[in-house]
């Protein structure tokens, strides 16, 4: 049966002791870190090597977003802007930067799909506030909900015609973190009216395939429970309220935001409706450490059933369409949209 979590890789290659744990856990995807993207032809072979061991071509995922957060660098792959970038340009013309948007996401879709990866753990649909922590900062598209969900949402369609689907994140809003989620728990202590503005970015974009959860706790809800832990938070919140009905998974369990053992944070989650438990091991470079702690991870993780196994369905259904595109004039355009871009596919 496949399991509901997202692994990932310790390095370049997948190591005997991955690849037998692939082979027995059966985790439903991948996912791929800074450490295991050094060269198209590696990573392709990598996704290979990955599918071989699972029998089966898994969800391979990534985080693309561009800017700050980009696992595939140049100058082996393009850069691409911030979300900050095109709000910038959505500011000055609306439909330009919507275009943009949408544009630069295609180019990233289809250079994802080019290594048969088709899942981004982007858009980022969080408002930052004045004074909160930038571990948000200029990945946002924006500071208000209407600007951030309209952009993100062209991100989001953009992916999906290059045959990516995407993750928003990090639902219901990080935007207002004082501390850096990888490292402790932040607080938020905006009132229920405040936060309201940042559902509502969330709210807009609900018919998202996948979103991923925030390791912040929200004193008007459930203070001190990071969200990924908090069944009023899931359930009331971004179920109910902000309406989304795609696949939830957390954000990494590795994070420091999260207090017990990795398998009791993974049980928490799924306790509190999350279903799919993500593991990146962004902290570790041992391969047997990261090994260790993605055995914990899986031996926690249900089956993949009923409603979870619907939504995940849904989002892999997203990624097996690509519709037709002219990469060379994409290019052409997207660089007039923003000449310091370096390289091009």
Wanted: hydrophobic share 45%; charged share 20%; with cysteine.
């Amino acid at each position: 049966m496949i399991k509901a979590c997202i692994l990932s890789v310790s390095g370049p290659v997948l190591t005997k002791e991955e690849a037998a744990l692939f082979a027995a856990e059966q985790p439903w995807g991948v996912i791929l870190m800074g450490r295991s993207c050094v060269s198209r032809n590696q990573v392709r072979s990598l996704v290979d090597d990955v599918w071989n061991a699972m029998n089966r071509p898994c969800l391979i995922f990534i985080d693309q977003e561009g800017g700050r957060v980009a696992r595939l660098k140049a100058p082996e792959w393009p850069l691409f802007p911030r979300g900050q970038d095109y709000a910038d340009m959505y500011a000055n013309d609306r439909e330009r930067g919507l275009s943009a948007a949408w544009l630069g996401h295609r180019l990233i879709a289809a250079e994802l799909a080019a290594l048969s990866i088709h899942a981004d753990c982007a858009p980022v649909v969080d408002l930052p506030v004045p004074g909160a922590h930038d571990v948000i900062g200029d990945r946002a598209f924006g500071t208000d909900p209407e600007t951030v969900a309209n952009l993100a949402g062209a991100a989001l369609r953009g992916l999906a015609s290059g045959g990516v689907a995407g993750v928003i994140k990090h639902i219901p809003g990080h935007g207002r973190s004082m501390s850096d989620s990888h490292l402790e728990l932040p607080r938020v202590a905006a009132s229920e009216a405040e936060l309201a503005k940042d559902f509502d970015a969330f709210a807009r974009l609900a018919d998202a395939p996948m979103a991923m959860t925030a390791h912040i706790s929200y004193d008007a809800f459930d203070a001190n429970v990071p969200a990924t832990l908090s069944k009023i938070m899931i359930q009331d919140v971004i179920r109910a309220r902000i309406g989304f009905d795609g696949l939830l998974m957390t954000d990494d369990l590795g994070m420091q935001a999260l207090g017990g053992s990795l398998g009791e944070r993974g049980e928490a989650a799924i306790a509190a409706g999350c279903d799919v438990l993500l593991h990146c091991s962004g902290f570790l470079s041992d391969p047997l450490a990261i090994h260790s702690e993605m055995a914990e991870v899986a031996a926690v993780s249900p089956g993949l059933t009923g409603r979870p196994l619907e939504r995940a369905l849904r989002a892999e259904a997203l990624s097996t369409h690509q519709e037709e595109f002219d990469l060379v004039e994409g290019w052409q355009t997207f660089r007039s949209y923003f000449p310091h871009l370096v390289g091009a596919a």
